[in-house]
């Protein structure tokens, strides 16, 4: 009797490959189609779709939305890249961008937005508004856990800054609940 082979061993991922499909799934928000995403947030802040479609009837744009900037990195501090994207809605005429939303992917399916403190609520600094005079977002970026909102100030009586554009920044951190 001849003894049995032995059972081969299970394949096992070379670790390399192993990083690889981790470093994938951490970054598969950036595979996402934000102009449809921006587009139903854009359709759900207006009041619906048929309230999108005639908020944009008289607009020069071919879309409802047009996405600027997009910027990665860990918000929520789970592992995984959350999206920061700003975009010109058919109502921007000649503004900066007017839309903002901060997406996450659950799954490979889904992609939901993550809420953002609306900056009305902390607007008022010294009895004075500071959303007075500003305009934007203009420039967004997410530096260690934090996003940054870049707002241009724009008026009459800004200081003057030199060669370098008068700013505002707002910074959001997630509290666990939403970035505020």
């Known amino acids: ?10 394949l096992v991922k070379h670790s390399d490959e192993v990083k690889a499909t981790n470093k994938r799934a951490r970054e598969a928000i950036r ?14 802040r207006l009041g619906g779709e048929r309230a999108m479609k005639e ?3 008289d607009s020069r744009k071919d879309e409802p939305v047009e996405v600027e900037d997009r910027v990665f990195g860990d918000l929520d ?19 900066p961008p007017d839309l903002l939303a901060v997406f996450k992917q659950k799954d490979s399916a889904n992609i939901v937005e993550l809420p953002l403190d609306d900056m009305g609520n902390a607007s008022k600094f010294a009895g004075e508004d500071i959303l007075d005079n500003l305009r934007g977002p203009w420039r967004i970026e997410i530096d260690k856990g934090e996003l940054v909102v870049r707002y241009l100030i724009w008026a009459p009586d800004a200081p ?6 008068c700013t505002a920044d707002f910074i959001y951190r997630w509290n666990g609940q939403k970035l505020a």
């Open 1 to 10: 009797m001849v003894p049995a082979a032995p059972k081969p061993l299970p």
């Open 31 to 44: 595979d996402a189609d934000f102009e449809e995403l921006l587009t139903s947030v854009l359709s759900q």
């Open 55 to 57: 908020a944009c009837e």
């Open 77 to 95: 501090g789970d592992g995984y890249e959350d999206a920061a994207v700003t975009a010109f809605s058919c109502q921007a005429g000649q503004s």
């Open 160 to 165: 003057k800054c030199g060669d370098a554009d």
